[in-house]
């Protein structure tokens, strides 16, 4: 990827002015097992692989990444880490980062492709969504894949302005007008200028719209970059990362996102707070409610010994080495724990009252609505 840093950068592109045209390839793909394989060129060296648009990336075997090692279709610098994915079965498997410098389709080059390098005899050779994304407008009909990709007259050229379209994106961005950002990050990124912080901003403009396929498939592009280059950021990008995974019902993978998250957010902190009870949500929506409960009762326990304060300091007027926004947090907790059960019982009363007495909006309209008195420490209740 180039660097894209902070300076005029023009890029020279063709402009159709009235004689903007599309150029339509038809590939014959070869039906084998029930499936699509196409004929390709990986880096220059020969291959087929199976259309896949459910796999988020390409993905090859080990032997065959082997080959490819071995007679220089692949370099060491082409490996870029590792981690760990879930194939078809469910199962959690590891795997190596790769990055295929050129996919040759019958003329059409895609260049800078993540790809998966998976250990075992049965390993699949799949063209995923990394690829598939970077092709182009398609259509399948039987065993054709017609591509239809835009041309444009060389007898006009533009100057596009990199800097002054990123900043424009960055603006819509900051205003809320993700959409438009979106428009404006996917013209540079096609253009290959985006840096690893850039793509993270984009991927993040794809999850306030709700687009969780396109903002994990970035992710895991500037993975290994922001791992090793970023640190400050791996709060965020983990967090991000494990929200994409929940919303697709990937929950193992979306727990251990949000664990990395919050072993690198400063402790305590609201960002924190907010990981936690994403954890929490989590649990909740494999119906473990035990699990939920408890990963937010072990934090909050932390929270308090942390402050040097009880959970009933709230009624004792002993909290004013407190900061507004322990308070906040704390009322938050207390009022989030008492979703973690599956039943309307006591217990959920006695975390409500709790938190309408640190102070939870939410948690006081509740018990004003359901007649809890949380102003004195009730009698009923005992408090750790």
């Not at 993540?114 to 407008?137: C, F, H, T, Y």
Request: with cysteine.
């Amino acid at each position: 990827m180039k660097s894209f840093g902070r300076r005029l950068f023009l890029i020279i592109c063709f402009c159709a002015i009235g004689m903007l045209g599309h150029a339509q390839t038809i590939i014959q793909m070869e039906e084998y097992g029930g499936v699509y394989r196409i004929p390709c060129k990986i880096n220059g060296a020969k291959m087929k692989l199976i259309f896949d648009t459910g796999a988020d990336k390409v993905c090859i075997s080990l032997s065959m990444a082997k080959y490819l090692l071995d007679n220089d279709f692949l370099s060491k610098n082409d490996i870029k880490g590792s981690g760990s994915s879930t194939v078809a079965d469910g199962s959690i498997v590891d795997h190596i980062k790769i990055n295929i410098r050129d996919i040759e389709i019958q003329g059409i080059h895609i260049n800078n492709v993540e790809a998966i390098v998976i250990d075992g005899q049965n390993a699949p050779l799949l063209m995923g969504q990394s690829a598939i994304r970077k092709l182009g407008k398609y259509s399948i009909s039987g065993n054709k894949l017609i591509v239809n990709r835009n041309t444009t007259s060389t007898q006009a050229k533009c100057e596009v302005d990199a800097e002054k379209l990123l900043d424009e994106a960055n603006e819509a961005k900051s205003n809320g007008y993700y959409r438009i950002a979106i428009e404006k990050y996917s013209i540079l990124y096609n253009l290959d200028v985006l840096n690893p912080l850039d793509i993270m901003s984009y991927a993040l403009c794809c999850e306030r719209v709700e687009d969780y396929s396109t903002e994990l498939f970035l992710l895991n592009e500037i993975q290994y970059e922001i791992e090793a280059n970023y640190s400050n950021m791996k709060d965020v990008f983990f967090s991000s990362l494990g929200t994409c995974y929940e919303k697709k019902g990937d929950y193992y993978a979306a727990l251990l996102n949000y664990e990395k998250a919050k072993r690198n957010t400063f402790p305590y902190s609201n960002y924190q707070v907010l990981i936690v009870c994403s954890m929490a949500d989590v649990y909740e929506a494999q119906g473990n409610y035990y699990k939920s409960k408890k990963t937010l009762s072990a934090f909050i326990t932390d929270y308090l010994n942390e402050k040097k304060i009880k959970a009933t300091d709230c009624w004792n007027n002993n909290i004013s080495n407190l900061e507004s926004y322990d308070i906040q947090n704390i009322a938050y907790l207390f009022y989030r724990l008492s979703f973690a059960n599956d039943t309307y019982n006591d217990e959920v009363k006695k975390y409500i009252i709790i938190a309408a007495a640190w102070g939870s909006e939410e948690a006081i309209e509740w018990c004003k609505a359901h007649n809890l008195h949380y102003k004195t420490k009730p009698n009923n209740y005992s408090y750790n």
